[in-house]
């Protein structure tokens, strides 16, 4: 990629709204489906980590192109980018961070992330400040973006990306799953996504959230963050929200927005905290933490969603949370559940992963399949992510 000039940080927001506004039932019961399709384990491969990075901080991408596969890892605790190339065990290049001086880009937090655009470019999104880098293969900083401004008293949402949640991209604009920075009255028009022109840094907000949480109070603010997936075959992008069994697939040439069922077969609901939407307002968050965090973490939801470009397939991760009980007694981890959905978004399938054995944060598609890391193998060796790769399969004993 051709090095843009340094551009000084700006902030240009044009909002285009296409809500997700079609009318959900707040209580919905599972839909009944036919199962034609289960991920089926067909390799596994592992990648070093010299002991020097975890599976909880660290912000994964993948690329793809021609001649080679890649994958990068950025360690937000040494503040550098590791490349590993086709699959190889070992780290092909290192990149250094700087945090201060013309190539600094501040100190990285546990959420910060990154897209892998290309071999020497990459975009790094350091959460704590707002800002969006473009670095190159050097570590050198060769543009900069302001995404969130926290000093200004608007309550702008916050991108919020992860490796369930991953930045995306057509190559000439980011797109951003966005959380909460405050709880808003109107969620109807409060953006759920935002978008950010490369050449330009124009951001836009093109969708807004489900009509799901204008109709009651779901409690902590991750019960908020979106999850989206693009699909460069159609230009589009579906969204995913945690308490909204429903998914919306938002056309990004004409916005149309189709809504689909992608509900889990192992909950019929999800329960909301309070039935008042405002009772945020009222709420001491000091003195109610616990509850809500019982609550939160004992009321399975929606994690993110992923598209699988190589088998036209969309993965919706669903957390299968402990009950209340379990919570209390210090069980907090949930069961990581996949939903299979066709390139229609027609749920055609759902395997259910053990938490003792896979981490439920850290998969990625690649050209091989959906790869979702072993916990188990790494808390026996720190030395090594090992991952297990899934294909999509058709079954002959259909439901």
Not at 47 to 56: M, P, Q, R, W
Not at 75 to 89: A, G, R
Not at 116 to 128: A, R
């Amino acid at each position: 990629m051709k090095a843009q000039p340094l551009l000084k940080t700006f902030l240009v927001f044009v909002i285009v709204i296409f809500g997700c506004n079609q009318k959900t039932d707040l209580i919905l019961s599972k839909q009944p489906y036919i199962k034609t399709t289960s991920l089926v384990p067909s390799d596994s491969f592992s990648i070093s980590t010299k002991n020097a990075f975890d599976l909880y901080s660290t912000s994964l991408s993948y690329l793809t192109n021609a001649e080679s596969e890649y994958i990068s890892i950025l360690n937000p605790n040494t503040q550098t980018i590791s490349l590993y190339k086709n699959e190889d065990s070992q780290v092909s290049r290192e990149i250094k961070i700087e945090i201060e001086g013309p190539n600094g880009i501040g100190e990285l937090g546990f959420d910060s992330s990154h897209f892998l655009f290309s071999q020497d470019s990459i975009y790094i999104y350091n959460l704590q400040i707002g800002s969006l880098f473009l670095i190159n293969e050097k570590g050198e900083v060769l543009n900069r973006y302001t995404i969130t401004d926290y000093s200004d008293s608007i309550n702008f949402p916050a991108p919020y990306p992860s490796n369930v949640r991953p930045i995306q991209s057509d190559f000439k604009q980011l797109f951003f799953p966005c959380g909460i920075n405050n709880y808003p009255n109107d969620y109807e028009n409060y953006p759920s996504v935002l978008s950010i022109d490369l050449e330009s840094g124009q951001i836009k907000y093109p969708i807004t959230y489900s009509n799901v949480y204008d109709q009651a109070f779901y409690g902590l603010s991750f019960k908020y963050d979106t999850g989206i997936a693009f699909n460069k075959n159609d230009n589009s992008i579906t969204i995913s929200y945690p308490v909204d069994n429903f998914i919306y697939k938002y056309y990004t040439e004409n916005g149309n927005i189709e809504m689909k069922y992608g509900g889990s077969e192992h909950f019929d609901q999800i329960e909301f905290y309070d039935a008042d939407p405002d009772k945020f307002e009222r709420i001491d968050f000091i003195n109610e933490n616990e509850k809500l965090k019982n609550h939160a973490l004992s009321n399975s939801d929606f994690a993110g969603i992923l598209y699988d470009q190589f088998r036209n397939y969309y993965y919706r991760i669903a957390y299968i949370r402990p009950t209340i009980d379990e919570v209390k007694s210090g069980k907090t981890i949930p069961e990581l559940s996949i939903i299979i959905l066709d390139e229609n978004l027609n749920k055609v399938g759902e395997d259910l992963f053990s938490s003792k054995i896979y981490d439920n944060s850290l998969l990625f598609i690649s050209s091989s399949g959906l790869n979702i890391a072993r916990k188990d193998l790494f808390e026996a060796d720190e030395n090594f992510i090992f991952f297990d790769t899934f294909i999509p399969k058709g079954i002959k004993d259909s439901k």
